[in-house]
Each structure stands twice: as C-alpha cells, then as structure tokens.
C-alpha cells in the first residue's frame, strides 16, 4: 500500500525532555523549525514520567497523521509499541534521536544530529516496516535472552552517558564473567534446538549498543527475524563481537547457531527474563514473531 505524502499534514511530537541528558531540548527551537517545514500543524507533549508517553499516544488516537517519538531507545520502544496496539486508522510513525545509542532510529537511516534528523522528517519518505511481536507485545528493534539481558542490567546510567557505545562494550566483558547457562529449547520451521544456552537473540534492526554487532545485514522489512542462539561463548567470540567482527563466514559454528525465522517457539528452564528493545519486563516462554510491513514509518531517504 502506498501512501501519499501530502495527507500528512498533522505531527504530534512526544518528547521525552531527559533523554541524553536533555540534548534534544538543548537544539529543540531549532528543530521544531525543521517540523514545521514539512507539517502544516506540529503539536509537542512532554512526557515527566515512564509509561506517560503511551498514555498520551491512546489520547491522540484518531486525532494525528504522524506520531514522532523523540528521546533515546526507552522511549522509542514506548510509542512505538502503543502506536502499534492502534488497529484501526493507525497513525504514521517517526523517530526524533535523542538518546545515547539510538539503535532503531540508525536501522531507518535517520541522522543523528536532531536537527539534520528533523530536515529528514520533513521531507516525508514514508515506508513499511516489519516489526516484531511476542505473547502480545510489539518490539520494533530486538529481542533478547540470557547474556544480552546480563549487559543491559549492569550497565550504570552514568557509565553510558559518560561513555556511550563504550559502556556496553564493558558491560558485555563483565557479564561473560559472570554468565549462567540455561536450558532452552527451540522451534521453528527453520531450526530446532534442545539443549543449554547463554544467549538467544531475535532481531528486526541491525544496531545493539549503537554499533552492528551480530547482524550488519539484517533487513526490517523481509518479513524474517535474524536468529542468533549462542550456546557457551568463548573469549574469542566474545573479541569478535566486540570489534563488530562476525562476517556472513563466521554465522554458524563454534557453539552458536545463525537462522532467520518469521516465528520461533521458546522455552526455557528456569524461566528467563526478556529483553526487548532495551525493556525488561516479561519472562519466558514466548512465541516470537516477525509482523511483516506492520508499521508505516518515515526513514532518513527515499532509498531506503
């Protein structure tokens, strides 16, 4: 389905006023001048607290052309998923950066200066996307157990502000430490496994921590899920993954498996805790799916 760009007349912005240290509102006059360009009417609501954000997306259901999350990952993921729960005359969606790594708003080509990323919204380069679903709830960049949970939860708020990128490349070197094995099994018409695990991702966009660790090919919108099931990482997988050095070669062997699946069944013992888009919230077991061109989205240019 396409869409006509010229229909998009009316953008509410949320604006999560901390993210990154308040980097966007440090810029915003400047950006919403950007806005304006491309939008007939540009509304602003800030969010003050977790979970407002969502709230305010429900309030504007039939009210808005385009919602733009504007903030870090947290808040991405937060609109995102309460645009995606709208089933009828959903809104379109886009991505402000304002946070620290920005994953999702690099998977849609988006720069990260705000006010280069708002000449780009303007300019109306609207797309399908996949996204991602489980039990219920919608994620739009990853979906992780085991080890991947370990990195975000030890990564200290002002590590990552200070340190960026850098943070998760020392969280992840503190995790593998520490890291417990679990009994996972898994099913899909690509791949089926039964046996103890350290990590299992399944991701829709390429970026984690800001970089393209595991997955630098990986496509949001062929309908798959890029798989990656890690049984007991060694230190020189761990390097690799690190220097961002897991080649299309180097997918499959040495106690990790590659596939991509558009539906994976997942269970473990003892139960794991999930994390989604850098959201931790849920536990295992979960049916992961991939929702194919699910989400209309603005992306940084026509070529995406």
Not at 30 to 51: H, I, N, W
Request: some cysteine; proline content about 5%.
């Amino acid at each position: 389905m396409t869409i006509n760009p010229s229909t998009i007349k009316k953008a509410s912005v949320i604006l999560n006023p901390s993210a990154g240290q308040g980097r966007l509102l440090n810029q915003w006059d400047a950006v919403l001048e950007q806005l304006k360009v491309g939008f007939e009417d540009v509304r602003v609501y800030e969010t003050s607290a977790p979970g407002e954000g969502a709230s305010i997306v429900k309030e504007l259901e039939g009210k808005t052309d385009l919602i733009i999350a504007a903030g870090g990952d947290g808040t991405v993921h937060e609109i995102a998923e309460a645009v995606l729960s709208i089933e009828q005359n959903r809104p379109a969606f886009g991505i402000l950066p304002g946070g620290t790594c920005n994953d999702f708003s690099r998977a849609l080509g988006m720069n990260q200066n705000p006010i280069k990323a708002a000449v780009q919204l303007s300019e109306k380069n609207f797309t399908h996307i996949d996204v991602g679903e489980f039990n219920g709830h919608f994620f739009t960049n990853f979906w992780g157990i085991g080890l991947i949970t370990h990195v975000s939860e030890s990564i200290d708020p002002n590590t990552k502000e200070k340190f960026g990128r850098l943070s998760y490349y020392l969280s992840a070197a503190k995790s593998f430490q520490t890291w417990e094995p679990f009994d996972i099994s898994i099913s899909s018409e690509e791949f089926q496994f039964d046996g103890q695990a350290a990590m299992f991702l399944a991701v829709n966009g390429p970026f984690t921590g800001g970089i393209r660790p595991f997955f630098p090919d990986t496509d949001i919108q062929d309908g798959k899920l890029d798989c990656l099931l890690i049984e007991e990482p060694s230190t020189s997988f761990i390097w690799d993954v690190l220097l961002n050095r897991l080649s299309d070669t180097s997918k499959e062997g040495q106690g990790y498996h590659y596939f991509q699946s558009s539906e994976i069944s997942i269970k473990t013992a003892p139960q794991q805790l999930i994390d989604c888009d850098g959201e931790r919230q849920h536990h295992t077991p979960a049916v992961v799916k991939c929702l194919q061109n699910q989400l209309l989205t603005l992306t940084g240019d026509a070529s995406f």
